[in-house]
């Protein structure tokens, strides 16, 4: 029993540090693709030998697509997510209304608008630090800018199986515009504000053709989104990178935010990082 324990964990090891490699080099190789290719409003595209690899673009609206073996890369334009860093709280309003339904969606946005502020007035139905010492939480209000996405289920209001469901719209890149042709179904309606039906129409209009204008997003919505300076109907700079190996069960991924944009010293940025 104990030889055959041994040889389980022994394997288990060996697949888990073939899962490391696997997945560090593909980052690699997938950054040195973004970084040659040619942004588009709904992907990242480029030309290279399939020797480099058969992948010859990366769709940035957080689609699963097969690079290589059993890894998988995901990539999420932020102008497409709903920023915890740039919007405003409307949209998340709205997404946490939809999701939640009852009503409590002004209350956990004004509660995490007083856990990122840096005085102590409370909003309406939101939560300063008397609220967190009553309930005898051993924490408070940051009163400072999350420091990871996690962070937002301390608040009042928030729980994890509501986390979980509004997670995938959310991101604490920060967003240069709005981009509808990288944004989900939940995204669209949040911040455009509109309904089923008219997403419905919005959606075959753009599985012909991506949108680039208000007007066009006007004709179909009754909406407008470019006000003042920002990037609209086109991907952010900033991209959340997903590798992970395996399938259907991950035996590892990363994840890091990265800024894409070349200066002096640095190819590209990392904002932030996990590997797990």
């Known amino acids: 029993w104990l ?47 399939d020797e480099i ?7 940035l609206d957080g689609k699963k697509v097969f690079l290589s073996e059993d890894v998988f890369i995901q990539a999420k334009d932020s102008n497409g997510l709903i920023s915890l860093v740039s919007y405003g709280s409307i949209p998340l309003e709205r997404l946490i209304q939809k999701t939640e339904g009852n009503g409590s969606a002004s209350g956990i ?9 840096t005085d102590s007035l409370v909003r309406v139905n939101g939560a300063e630090v008397f609220y967190y010492q009553g309930e005898g939480l ?24 509501l986390y979980r469901q509004i997670e995938p719209h959310l991101t604490l890149l920060p967003s240069v515009g709005f981009n509808p042709n990288t944004a989900s179904d939940e995204v669209l309606m949040a911040y455009l504000n509109i309904d089923e039906n008219t997403l419905k129409g919005l959606r075959e209009y753009m599985s012909k ?18 006000t003042g300076e920002g990037t609209y109907f086109f991907p952010s700079p900033f991209i959340e990178l ?25 190819p590209y940025g990392i904002l932030y990082w996990r590997e797990e």
């Open 3 to 49: 030889v055959k324990e041994h040889l389980k964990a022994a394997e288990a090891l060996r697949k888990k540090t073939e899962a490391i490699l696997k997945a560090r080099s593909s980052y690699d190789t997938i950054i040195y693709l973004i970084l040659i290719g040619r942004m588009s409003p709904t992907e990242i595209r480029w030309s290279v030998s």
């Open 53 to 59: 690899s058969r992948l010859k673009s990366l769709p």
């Open 109 to 117: 946005v004004n509660s995490y608008l007083d856990w990122i502020d």
């Open 138 to 161: 051993p924490y408070g209000p940051r009163n400072y800018a999350l420091q990871y996405q996690e962070e937002i289920q301390l608040i009042k209001g928030m729980n994890k199986e």
């Open 209 to 226: 053709k991506p949108l680039s204008s208000d007007m066009e997003l006007f004709a179909l919505t009754g909406r407008k989104i470019a």
């Open 242 to 266: 997903i590798v992970s190996v395996g399938e259907p069960k991950s035996l590892y991924q990363i994840k890091a935010g990265l800024d894409t944009r070349q200066n002096a010293r640095f």
